[in-house]
């Protein structure tokens, strides 16, 4: 009697765990996907390097805190070798098609940050200089259950 009581609560045990896990693994996505981009530095004449991070800072700022599409942003700067040129941005979505309506929302969200047009452009040319045109993109799916 002592044994089979035993098994019941070990079988009510197992059945809770089991339920509570296929749960948690319904809330969160099985992957995510990051867009990353490698590039260089350009530094035009004259320019600093606190000039240059800070707008990378105000564009961060304006543009990609704002995202309710970016889980995650990263801008990764080459620490060692490669002259310390070279630079990778990732930014996180949780879903396939928030890859796509980024596009949409950057552009609400960049003529929400600078309304003036001449001023928009202007920054954004701004921001270009900084990097060479010659660049890398990627689209990387990540393993969630694998994330620490």
């Not at 995510?32 to 035009?44: E, G, R």
């Not at 320019?47 to 543009?63: G, I, L, P, S």
Request: proline share 2%; hydrophobic share 40%; glycine share 4%.
């Amino acid at each position: 009697m002592k044994k089979l009581k035993i098994f019941a609560l070990s079988t009510v045990l197992a059945a809770a765990c089991a339920t509570s896990n296929s749960a948690v693994a319904q809330e969160q996505a099985e992957v995510s996907y990051i867009a990353q981009t490698t590039s260089q530095f350009v530094m035009p004449e004259g320019t600093t390097r606190a000039e240059v991070q800070k707008t990378f800072q105000e564009y961060y700022d304006k543009v990609i805190a704002k995202s309710t599409l970016v889980k995650h942003y990263s801008m990764y700067i080459h620490a060692w070798g490669s002259l310390g040129a070279s630079y990778v941005t990732t930014m996180e979505f949780e879903k396939w098609e928030d890859l796509g309506k980024f596009n949409e929302e950057f552009e609400e969200l960049a003529k929400a940050a600078w309304p003036d047009e001449t001023a928009r452009k202007a920054f954004f040319k701004k921001l270009g200089s900084y990097s060479d045109p010659h660049h890398s993109d990627e689209i990387f799916t990540v393993m969630n259950s694998m994330r620490k």
